[in-house]
Every structure is written in C-alpha cells, then in structure tokens.
C-alpha cells in the first residue's frame, strides 16, 4: 500500500504572518491527524504546490492528497488547482486527489457561532 502524503493548500499572501497561520494550522492538523507525510503550499507564495509534492515524492508517497485551506469553492479550486493537480500528477507519475473546500462541512457553523459568542463578549 503507498504511502499518503497530505498537502495543506492555501491561497498565500504577500502578508508573511498569513501564511504562518496555514503553516501553524497544518502542523496542528498534522498532530491531530498523526500525519507523518505532509506540507504547506500556496497557490500565490512559497512553497508551491510543485515544490511540496516534489518533496512527499522524493520522502516516499505513492499518492497525494491536497487539502484546500479555502472557504468556498471559487475560481482558484474550480480553474486553477486541477490544471496544477493534473499537471503534477503525470510529472510525477502519482495519484493527487482533491478534498473539497471547506464550505458545507458540518463543523462550520459551529465555528462561526463559537467566534461570534467569542466576541459577543468581548466589549466593543
């Protein structure tokens, strides 16, 4: 059975504290996940996409799957990502698989009405 590895996958920003937070949130969902193969990249930084599968292939993953740290399914998911994940999947000779984008996951609604109760008490 190959080898998993996950890629984080962000927008990137040219604001460097944006990307730590994907970096600090990959790590965390790394832990979380007991993920021994995975990497950050980003659509409009550094690493990129290339670079961080390049790096699971060369560390021994047989297959990758790209988690996309976007909210909704925009014009970067629905254009942009497959032309880079078909690419790199027939440059590399490996399967890439997509995860959906945040939007419609169970636990959202509860993270937006856990931030709003964070801030209902915090006086403004």
């Not at 890439?96 to 009405?113: F, T």
Request: charged share 20%; aromatic share 4%.
């Amino acid at each position: 059975m190959a080898r998993i590895g996950i890629v984080v996958f962000g927008h990137g920003s040219s604001v460097a504290s944006a990307n730590e937070a994907v970096r600090i949130m990959a790590a965390k969902a790394a832990s979380e996940g007991k993920w021994d193969l995975y990497e950050t990249a980003f659509l409009e930084a550094v690493p990129n996409l290339g670079d961080a599968v390049r790096k699971l292939v060369a560390a021994g993953a047989g297959e990758v799957l790209v988690l996309p740290y976007f909210l909704t399914l925009g014009i970067h998911l629905q254009r942009d990502l497959p032309k880079l994940v078909d690419e790199l999947s027939r440059a590399c000779g490996i399967a890439i698989r997509v995860a959906p984008p945040l939007d419609g996951h169970p636990e959202l609604g509860s993270i937006l009405a856990a931030r709003a109760k964070e801030m209902l008490r915090v006086p403004g």
